[in-house]
Structure formats: structure tokens, C-alpha cells
């Protein structure tokens, strides 16, 4: 049974960082893309940023380029999300997800449509 779950979200003052953590089970990291949707009414349906399998490429939102930075480590079937410099706008629950990478359109992106496997969700807060 394919499974993500989420971990690392909180409250956190603007500019501070969080770093999530996505442990992945029932399936080898490898074969999958992990993608990041933060569920927010102005951007419910598009990844904030993904990765995609053994070739690495990875994408970032404009929203969020040279802030978070996603990795992912195949062995522990972990991927990480870490974001600093977080701004009140980052506020949302973040669901990790993940999809194999075959079915995708376009590397590991594709939208909210396209990812099958869902986490449970982490709340993240920043305060102003």
C-alpha cells in the first residue's frame, strides 16, 4: 500500500524556516515523483515545488524560487521540503504527494490532478 506521510510544519515568525520531511512507504522512492501542494484558495490546484525520480530535476513555484529547496534521499525513501525565508502568504496546509513519474505530463509536475498518493497534510502558520 502506497503511503506519504508528513511531518515538520508549525507556527513560525515571517522569515524563519521550517523544513518538512515526507517519509514515503509501500513503494521504492525511485519509480515516483514527490510533489508539494500547499491547499490555499489562490493556489489550490499547482505544485509549490516537486522532484522528480533518479534523474533529479526538481521545480519550483516563482512564489517560492531561491527559498525552499527540495531533496530527496532514494535510500531512506525520504524526500525533504526546506523552506526559509517563509512570508505569511506561505500559510497553508502543505500535502506531500506522490505519483510515478511515468504518468506524469511533465517531469514531476502535472498539478493536483495528476498526483494520486496524498499525505495527511501539515500545517504551516507565519506570523507577521
Known amino acids: 500500500q502506497v503511503q506519504v506521510v508528513e511531518s515538520g510544519g508549525g507556527l513560525v515568525q515571517s522569515g524563519g524556516s521550517l523544513r518538512f520531511s515526507c517519509a514515503a512507504s509501500?513503494?521504492?522512492?525511485?519509480?515516483?515523483?514527490i510533489g508539494w501542494f500547499p491547499q490555499a484558495p489562490a493556489n489550490a490546484h499547482d505544485e509549490v515545488s516537486c522532484?522528480?525520480?533518479?534523474?533529479?530535476?526538481?521545480y519550483y513555484a516563482d512564489s517560492v524560487k531561491g527559498r525552499f529547496t527540495i531533496s530527496r534521499d532514494n535510500a531512506t525513501n525520504t524526500v525533504y521540503l526546506q523552506m526559509n525565508n517563509l512570508k505569511p502568504e506561505d500559510t497553508a496546509v502543505y500535502y506531500c504527494?506522490?505519483?510515478?513519474?511515468?504518468?506524469?505530463?511533465?517531469?514531476?509536475?502535472?498539478?493536483?490532478?495528476?498526483?494520486?498518493?496524498w499525505g495527511q497534510g501539515t500545517q504551516v502558520t507565519v506570523s507577521s
Open positions: 504527494t506522490a505519483e510515478p513519474v511515468v504518468f506524469l505530463p511533465d517531469g514531476c509536475r502535472g498539478g493536483a490532478n495528476e498526483y494520486e498518493y
Open positions: 509501500g513503494f521504492p522512492l525511485d519509480y515516483f515523483a
Open positions: 522532484v522528480s525520480n533518479n534523474d533529479g530535476r526538481t
